[in-house]
């Protein structure tokens, strides 16, 4: 069964080469996606912080009185409490430098780009 698997999927690629030649991408649309993807970051921090906090109670709820598993809560806690201290401060370090040199460097733009 996998031999014939293997078979139509090599069939496949050599009759339809064309359709890997389709489509290729622009410069244009290669900044556009990474634009987006780094405009996502700080949502996408605040979302894995709620996830955190949200485990870290469930695992102290959980945890009963034993005191490996409250220290692994802790543990949890801290680090999203630290990582949402971290993004906090490189974004006002950015800012920082903005206000300075007068240069928008919380906005992502591409030589060359739209």
């Known amino acids: ?5 293997l078979g139509l999927l090599l ?3 050599l009759i339809w080469p064309k359709s890997a030649y389709a489509a290729t991408a622009q ?5 556009d996606v990474v634009g987006k993807i780094i405009g996502l970051l700080a949502p996408a ?7 955190m906090l949200i485990i ?3 695992q102290f709820i959980t945890a ?14 801290t680090y ?3 990582g949402v201290v971290l993004v906090v401060a490189a974004w006002f370090i950015l800012k920082l430098i903005g206000d300075i040199t007068g240069a928008n460097v919380t906005t992502v733009t591409f030589p060359g780009g739209p």
Do not use: C, H, W
């Open 1 to 5: 069964m996998k031999v014939l698997g």
């Open 11 to 13: 069939l496949g690629v």
């Open 27 to 31: 410069l244009t649309e290669i900044f």
């Open 56 to 58: 870290g109670a469930y």
């Open 64 to 77: 009963g009185g034993d005191p490996k598993g409250a220290a692994q809560a802790r543990a949890t806690l």
């Open 80 to 82: 999203a409490v630290i």
């Open 45 to 51: 921090a605040a979302i894995a912080f709620l996830v």
